[in-house]
């Protein structure tokens, strides 16, 4: 079985990140310099790297929550950008967001199947 444990992202503000995911997702944050954040909640670790010399390139991971409208509203109220609104696909809906540090990511909520 293989689950994703970790993403590391590139970002503008190391700091910025880390307290953004604190704010709208109660996330616990560690600082390993003024250069990088470690992230961990949500059942994955995220990681965010300012130094221009060891940023990665950014994939768009997704979180999972049972409430798009709040989670929304908690994006927002953290400084988060809603860059695509809310949208079905197949398996739920979901909006991208930008959050301070610059770094693209979704927040989804999956359907449920009727007698589930």
């Known amino acids: 079985m293989y689950t994703i444990d970790f993403v590391e992202f590139p970002s503008d503000s190391a700091p ?16 390993y310099g003024p250069d990088y954040v470690d992230v961990q909640g949500g059942g994955v670790a995220l990681g965010f790297q300012a130094d221009p010399a060891e940023r990665p390139g950014a994939p768009l991971v997704t979180i999972r929550t049972d409430d798009l409208d709040a989670a929304r509203r908690a994006v927002e109220a953290a400084g988060g950008v809603v860059t695509v609104e809310p949208f079905g ?15 693209e990511l979704a927040v989804y909520c999956p359907t449920v199947a009727p007698g589930s």
């Not at 809906?93 to 540090?101: I, L």
């Open 16 to 31: 910025a990140s880390g307290r953004f995911f604190e704010d709208a997702f109660g996330w616990r944050t560690t600082a």
């Open 89 to 103: 696909f197949p398996g739920g809906r979901r909006f991208h967001f930008r959050e301070p540090g610059g770094c």
